[in-house]
């Protein structure tokens, strides 16, 4: 079975410019939730959607947002572009069901913003 | 929110040694996750253990979760297991993972 996939794989952006980042879920995965590593840190929470309504939102800006397909995919996008937000881009699913919670990542979209 | 913290945050060991790694957390969690980093920033699952004690070939991974602690065990390490470990619990009603800053394990030949 194919992991969590996301694209694309690397991105160059301008400050001011918006960008879209993709995820597919696992296969029968209902949760997907996306993550921000910035280099050195550890992964940091910015949405969770379960059956596409937003269940969970970190402390990120309104300049952040996202939304979930009704084939479970999802997209994160993120408006006005800063410096401070090239980093990592991790998106991860789950079952969310019957007590399992396990959460699986996808590769990563390494965004830099010059 | 929780409040994550490991240790040590730098490992340097010779290729056979066996370590212990550390992630206290600050309150009561429904999950807890071990992953590992590689160089390219995939995250690899290696343990869900919320509680209990949990083995995997050379790994293994204890939580008590009444004292809010974590250890993953990596026996007889080789190259390959080298990167950035990750702890990363969530609290009960939320699916949010927070992650500590990692313990980066270095492997010499």
């Known amino acids: 079975d194919a992991g969590v996939t996301q694209s694309p794989t690397h991105l160059i952006k301008t400050r001011g410019q918006h960008v879209t980042l993709r995820c597919s879920p696992i296969?029968?995965?209902?949760?997907v939730s996306w993550y921000q590593q910035v280099l050195g840190q550890g992964p940091q929470f910015i949405f969770q959607y379960y059956e596409k309504e937003e269940r969970g939102r970190g402390n990120f800006p309104d300049r952040f947002s996202a939304r979930q397909f009704p084939n479970y995919s999802s997209e994160l996008n993120v408006n006005a572009l800063l410096l401070g937000d090239s980093a990592l881009y991790l998106c991860?699913?789950?079952?969310?069901?019957?007590?399992?919670?396990?959460?699986?990542f996808g590769p990563g979209t390494r965004l830099t913003v010059t | 929110g929780i409040q994550v913290e490991q240790s040590p945050p730098d490992l340097i060991l010779q290729e056979g040694a066996n370590s212990t790694l550390r992630c206290n957390f600050s309150d009561s969690v429904n999950n807890l996750q071990w992953f590992h980093q590689n160089p390219w920033g995939q995250l690899i699952n290696l343990f869900y253990?919320?509680?209990g004690t949990k083995q995997n070939g050379r790994l293994s991974a204890t939580t008590v979760a009444t004292e809010r602690y974590s250890l993953l065990y990596i026996s007889s390490s080789q190259t390959t297991d080298s990167g950035v470990y990750f702890c990363a619990p969530s609290p009960f009603g939320n699916e949010k993972l927070t992650f500590g800053t990692g313990t980066r394990l270095t492997i010499i030949p």
């Open positions: 991860a699913s789950s079952l969310q069901s019957q007590g399992d919670y396990e959460q699986y």
């Open positions: 253990i919320p509680s």
């Open positions: 296969s029968g995965h209902k949760s």
